[in-house]
């Protein structure tokens, strides 16, 4: 094998692929980038078993051939030789770098032991990049980091009647957003979150204008194609919670506040949540909202806010991360809070905006 290439035009691909790549412990392959070069391009390609990303450029191939090397080596080596024309030699199991002014050689292994990125799938629908790009930010970070449950480490990924739509729960709080489109398609798939997040990342990278989302054919397998970039995840197996039946239908209190207003003192009220399992008391009363938070080792604070109030008086607390993470991600400015009991499940929502909706369960101080 044999290619040259400006280090400019590889590097973003390394980059983006090594961060699929797996641990050396697991399986020594999994820790190298897979280099293919075949008439007039390159593919490079990374997977921990679990995520599998393959990007292509075109570029100079001097020979065709393949093989692995270390994700880390060869980046560190790329990453310094700016500006340069990078010329790759692999001859058996040895690549071999050159510059007019450098050279190294990097032990790799056979690209036979690689393992194979499952790529093809039935097509199931085109979604425009911008609409990936601005929902699922919205939606994810709901989602448990805890493994768990790993049902609720996913997002729950659905296309019907011309309707994408995003639901993510870890068991306190949900999130979930439906948002129009042109396909008329039908696909429901448990996408884990870190995959969503590497697809944010890649298709701020690339910039395309759609994507195409195809499953396997013993559909485990969920396929990203954009561009140059192609994505394969493992889906989660499992049945995801009834979230439909999460959602408040009873209301005694609702509440209309500005979501800048309201975030600035549920940051303020969280310097003294800390210590205490991040728990901030909230006051809603006929002129608006009271927050108090406090610990004994550091002392207390109050924050009054307005808001428009119909309803009851109600007190309740929250987790003031679970807040903050709610409020961090409205694109409007208004917003709407339904209240049915300090025990009772919570509804946030852009007042404008009926296609996104939160859920936030409060802590129970007795």
């Known amino acids: 094998m044999k290619f040259s290439i400006l280090q400019q035009d590889i ?14 412990a697991q399986l020594p392959v999994l820790g190298n980038i897979l280099i293919e070069a075949e008439s007039g391009s390159l593919k490079v390609s990374a997977t921990n078993l679990e995520v599998g990303v393959v990007r292509t450029i075109k570029t100079e191939v001097i020979e065709e051939g393949a093989v692995s090397v270390p994700a880390r080596t060869l980046v560190d080596l790329v990453s310094n030789l700016q500006g340069e024309k990078i010329e790759f030699t692999a001859n058996s199991n040895l690549m071999e770098i050159k510059t007019p002014t450098f050279s190294s050689t990097i032990n790799g292994i056979d690209s036979s032991e690689f393992p194979a990125i499952p790529l093809s799938g039935k097509e199931t629908a085109l979604v425009k990049a911008d609409t990936l790009h601005s929902c699922l930010p919205q939606v994810s970070f709901a989602s448990a980091l805890d493994e768990g449950r790993p049902v609720l480490t996913g997002v729950l990924t659905e296309i019907k009647d011309k309707k994408l739509q995003f639901v993510a729960t870890d068991g306190y709080r949900l999130a979930h957003k439906v948002v129009e489109i042109d396909e008329d398609s039908s696909f429901k798939a448990l996408v884990p979150r870190r995959t969503l997040e590497e697809i944010l990342r890649l298709i701020s990278e690339e910039k395309p204008l759609q994507v195409n989302i195809s499953t396997s054919d013993n559909q485990n397998q969920i396929i990203f194609s954009f561009g140059n970039t192609k994505l394969s995840s493992r889906l989660i197996e499992g049945q ?9 239908t009873d209301k005694k209190t609702t509440v209309n506040f500005d979501r800048n207003e309201l975030l600035k003192a549920v940051k303020l009220a969280s310097v003294f949540a800390r210590g205490e399992a991040n728990v901030i008391k909230f006051f809603v009363g006929n002129q608006g909202i009271t927050l108090t938070s406090e610990t004994k080792e550091l002392g207390g604070q109050k924050k009054e806010i307005s808001a428009k109030v119909l309803g009851e008086e109600i007190q309740i607390a929250f987790n003031a991360k679970f807040l903050m993470d709610v409020l961090g991600a409205f694109p409007d400015s208004e917003v709407e809070m339904q209240l049915s009991g300090s025990l009772s499940a919570v509804l946030v929502r852009p007042l404008q905006d009926s296609s996104l909706e939160y859920i936030i369960m409060p802590i129970n101080l007795s």
């Open 11 to 24: 590097m973003p691909i390394l980059n983006s692929a090594s961060r699929s790549v797996g641990m050396k």
């Open 240 to 248: 995801f919670p009834s979230w439909e039946k999460i959602i408040p």
